[in-house]
């Protein structure tokens, strides 16, 4: 055992994990199987360290929680989807800079490349924003190169997952049903879902948008789910990176259309996040807007002022909803 384990160290615990963290100037992770704690013996996970700070730590496997995500009673969800971003050095960097702030009435979650969940859960640590997963495969195990398991996510500390993303759907050809079951494998494993739905430049042009939304729900949202686990996201295609904006209009017409048919299913207590081009200077005007219980952040959660911004006008709605 590395001397630095018996000479400075420091027990944290979280969701899944005890992070063990040590004050030493490392620059390289060093292998390690074991280390003693108060519960004896255990066996490590990972090792990590930062030579920024001069930190270096282990994390060790604890039960999972079983609380869902939205069971912190918070009101305002705000989720980072880094998507394939940034390098590791300055996701890391990022990760830091989310970890400086906090936001009274929400929280935040940060889907970041699954090659990067352990690392960033480590420098999110101690901090009340979570680590979810940008997708899962729909099977437990099993031949499927390149795929990750829900429960993998799990392991690594997520705690919720993103599912049926727009990019997923055309990049991949993934079809409601399979987001259905997909979801059904994540709640499975213990993660709650954010599951995504909108339309086209072209369907919506068509005056299809709402028929095609509410099919996208229909067919993606398993039945009887616990409605404790479940989120949604309504970003519409065309909004995406583009820089265009849903006007509040058209946002506060499609939240009404989800939130009608989420109680038709008693399912009204699920949150509807928006997402599409979310900036500072249009999230308080987004929030405003009835029925949107968030914000599901892409280009600008790879700024942290961006993201921080978005967070606290998050905040101010949360204030203004209590």
């Known amino acids: ?24 100037p490392v620059s390289a992770a060093w292998p390690l199987q074991m280390v003693e704690t108060d519960g004896g013996i255990r066996a490590v996970d990972w090792v990590w360290c930062d030579a920024a700070s001069g930190r270096a730590g282990a994390m060790v496997p604890l039960p999972a929680d079983t609380q869902s995500v939205r069971g912190r009673g918070i009101e305002v969800i705000i989720a980072a989807n880094w998507k394939m971003n940034p390098p590791l050095a300055d996701a890391a960097a990022l990760a830091v800079a989310y970890a400086a702030d906090s936001f009274d009435g929400v929280t935040r979650i940060l889907f970041p490349p699954a090659p990067y969940l352990v690392q960033m859960g480590v420098r999110l640590d101690g901090t009340d924003m979570l680590v979810g997963g940008q997708d899962c495969h729909h099977n437990a195990s099993g031949a499927h190169t390149g795929d990750v398991a829900a429960g993998m996510l799990a392991d690594c500390g997520a705690r919720v997952v993103l599912l049926g993303h727009s990019e997923r759907r055309a990049d991949h050809g993934e079809d409601d049903a399979l987001v259905a079951t997909k979801a059904a494998a994540a709640l499975s494993a213990g993660l709650d879902v954010m599951i995504c739905v909108g339309e086209t430049l072209d369907q919506r042009e068509a005056g299809s948008a709402e028929a095609v939304v509410t099919a996208q729900l229909e067919g993606s949202v398993p039945a009887g789910i616990d409605t404790s ?20 209009e058209e946002i506060a017409a499609m939240h009404a259309a989800i939130q009608q048919w989420l109680a038709k299913r008693d ?16 999230a308080d005007a987004i ?17 942290a002022e961006d993201f921080n911004g978005i967070c606290s006008a998050g905040a101010r709605a949360a204030a203004a909803r209590s």
């Open 1 to 24: 055992m590395p001397e630095c384990y018996a000479r400075s160290c420091k027990l944290s615990a979280r969701p899944g994990q005890l992070t063990i963290s040590c004050a030493v």
């Open 267 to 282: 399912l009204a207590s699920v949150p509807i996040l928006y997402g599409g081009s979310v900036k500072p200077g249009n």
């Open 229 to 248: 686990r479940l989120m949604l996201a309504y970003e519409p295609v065309w909004a995406i990176g583009t820089g265009k904006v849903a006007g509040v």
């Open 287 to 303: 929030f405003g807007v009835p029925d949107v219980g968030g914000a599901l952040v892409g280009g600008a959660s790879l700024k």
